[in-house]
């Protein structure tokens, strides 16, 4: 039996992406070798690298002035980078979960941080709405999704000041107007590829700008200058990567995927919001991520919520289980799984309910 994938990452992939990966590791590009052991100098990869950041930034309609890298070290070492590079005074920050809190810990090692909100004094369920940025800032950062806790800021915020955002769990799914960010990153793998690789979409004129000793892989200007070949790039996972972005396209791009993904959600809050059983850790309806639905057992029936788990890994369920920091559950619905899958998860809940 094939499963339903809701683990919050690494993650469901497009069964295109994986039959692809799987033919190309045996051979890649008709060169009678594996793409697992042919150099990254070679035509047919740098033909790979190259397809797969022009795709992205069509997908995502890129202006002119920016470039798209693919780098190591997770979105975890760009909470680092970031700050290196681009904070030379002051920069603002919002709090919204463990992920940006995080990135404010990296930034602090190199300037002032300006922590404008935090919804932590309630456990991270909402997106704090009244605060201001200030202006003589060098940007703005915010984590767009918050895969823990199940937030997600959808729109792209107005604020005085360039932007940069941690984009790792919901990129491709929605619009993003770019021209407001100097820089997006995230980790491949919730949306786009296996482990390994990290996006980062930078606007070119913004780099340099900073008056201290950067070291050369955590340079921005090296990897630019580069086109991400400054040393081996993940080779396996960005051949993935291009092949969801193909994926993508044929879906017909960013619009079609939000479509979907907002219905699988409507789909899912429906359910728990309708359930006498059930209840959404987020109580604002605009604060609620389409890509992770966390949920809890009400107070009536906490001590179900280990058996629900094993009801429903039973019928094929895998990875719902919440993460500590909220518990309960928290079902992913990336760009990748299948409106079945949430139908299924929702039909368990439903006879889980009719039992009890
Ligand atoms: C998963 C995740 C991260 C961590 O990514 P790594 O690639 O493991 O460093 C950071 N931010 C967000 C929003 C995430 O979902």
Redesign the pocket.
């Known amino acids: 039996m094939k499963k339903h994938n809701f683990y919050?990452?690494p993650s469901i992939m497009s069964q295109y992406t994986i039959d692809e990966t799987a033919k190309a590791i045996k051979e890649f590009a008709d060169m009678g070798l594996s793409i697992l052991e042919i150099s990254h100098r070679s035509k047919q990869f740098q033909a790979v690298m190259d397809e797969t950041v022009d795709l992205f930034k069509s997908l995502l309609d890129i202006p002119e002035g920016y470039s798209v890298l693919f780098l190591g070290?997770?979105?975890?070492?760009?909470f680092a980078m970031v700050p290196m590079n681009m904070l030379i005074h002051k920069a603002a920050y919002l709090d919204t979960?463990v992920?940006a809190s995080?990135a404010i810990k990296e930034a602090k090692l190199f300037g002032d941080v300006d922590v404008v909100a935090s919804s932590k004094d309630r456990n991270y369920n909402y997106i704090p709405r009244d605060y201001t940025v200030p202006t003589d800032v060098d940007y703005f950062h915010y984590?767009?999704?918050?895969?823990?806790y199940g937030t997600e800021i959808r729109k792209d915020p107005d604020v005085k000041v360039p932007m940069i955002a941690?984009?790792?769990?919901d990129i491709f799914s929605r619009p993003v107007d770019v021209s407001k960010y100097e820089l997006i990153y995230?980790?491949a793998?919730?949306n786009l590829a296996p482990?390994g690789v990290?996006f980062v979409i930078v606007k070119d004129d913004t780099l340099g700008k900073a008056d201290r000793v950067i070291p050369t892989m955590l340079n921005y200007e090296t990897h630019v200058k580069k086109g991400s070949m400054f040393n081996t790039p993940p080779v396996l996972p960005i051949f993935s990567a291009l092949q969801t972005l193909k994926y993508y396209k044929q879906l017909g791009g960013v619009e079609a995927i939000e479509k979907m993904d907002v219905e699988k959600a409507d789909v899912l809050y429906n359910a728990i919001d309708g359930s006498k059983m059930f209840v959404a850790t987020v109580p604002n309806h605009e604060d609620r991520s389409i890509m992770n639905v966390c949920f809890v057992m009400k107070p009536e029936y906490k001590d179900l919520e280990k058996d629900f788990i094993d009801f429903a890994t039973e019928r094929g369920m895998m990875g719902i289980k919440g993460h500590r920091d909220v518990g309960g559950f928290r079902a992913s619905l990336y760009n990748a799984l299948p409106m079945e899958s949430v139908k299924a998860l929702v039909e368990a809940m439903k006879e889980f309910e009719s039992k009890h």
Do not use: E
């Open positions: 919050a990452g070290g997770g979105a975890s070492l760009q979960g992920w995080k984590t767009s999704n918050n895969t823990i941690d984009m790792s769990s995230g980790g793998q919730k482990a990290t």
